[in-house]
């Protein structure tokens, strides 16, 4: 049982490059989250998904979009990256849909120059 | 008003202290509330929830204060491997979504 897993680990990107941040999670949870931390700001909330088959925007959605492949799978795909989007992005899933305790992956770290 | 307000600390304290942290929200209609743990370097885990009578885990102790909209964390005979950030969380009522504190940072001396 691997909980959530996130590939890559790291990631440099130049501006206006393209990339996809990949999430599996293997507990059978309903909902799915992506989040950035950035030094002093805390987690901000980009994208969630409460159910197969449905996204939401959260927090801080430009730039980015995402894709709920299945009830395991949600990915998160930066089409034009910009060196604002320089930072730790952690990928989450919680059993039931929405507020209730969420389990992270050990998180990607993106530069983009 | 922010939603989530940590003081960031840090807080220095010896082996075996007492240290408590305090959150205070903004959204009177929250119902989950959580203490997350984070190491340097990794994912936020999730480290206990908060009830409304309070509730106990070892040596830590979450305390919710629904009138004050306030929340505490109490450690207990603190051990080096606490050293870490402590996230405060509440869930956003009706939105179905958690905001998170920026954290406060524990370090235990020996």
């Known amino acids: 049982n691997a909980g959530v897993t996130q590939t890559p680990k790291f990631q440099v990107l130049k501006t206006g490059q393209s990339m996809t941040l990949q999430c599996a999670q293997d507990?059978?949870?309903?909902?799915m989250y992506w989040y950035r931390q950035d030094p002093g700001m805390g987690l901000r909330l980009i994208y969630y998904?409460?159910?197969?088959?449905?996204?939401d925007k959260g927090e801080v959605p430009n730039g980015y979009n995402v894709s709920r492949l299945n009830k395991r799978e949600f990915s998160l795909r930066l089409e034009s990256a910009a060196p604002s989007q320089t930072s730790v992005y952690f990928c989450?899933?919680?059993?039931?849909?929405?507020?209730?305790?969420?389990?992270f992956g050990p998180g990607t770290r993106l530069t983009v120059t | 008003r922010k939603e989530v307000e940590q003081d960031p600390g840090p807080f220095n304290v010896p082996e075996g202290a007492t240290v408590a942290f305090n959150c205070t929200y903004s959204?009177?209609?929250?119902?989950?509330f959580f203490w997350y743990r984070q190491d340097c370097r990794k994912e936020p885990k999730l480290l206990m929830s908060?009830?409304?009578s309070g509730n106990e885990d070892g040596r830590f102790t979450a305390q919710l204060n629904r009138a004050s909209q306030y929340i505490s964390l109490l450690i207990r005979d603190s051990k080096l491997s606490d050293s870490a950030t402590y996230l405060c969380?509440?869930?956003?009522?009706?939105?179905?979504?958690?905001?998170f504190g920026k954290g406060t940072k524990l370090s235990v001396i020996p």
């Open positions: 989450a899933s919680s059993e039931v849909e929405g507020g209730y305790e969420q389990y």
């Open positions: 998904s409460a159910s197969e088959g449905t996204t």
């Open positions: 908060v009830y409304s």
């Open positions: 969380v509440v869930e956003g009522a009706g939105s179905y979504q958690l905001t």
């Open positions: 959204n009177s209609a929250s119902q989950s």
């Open positions: 507990m059978n949870h309903n909902s």
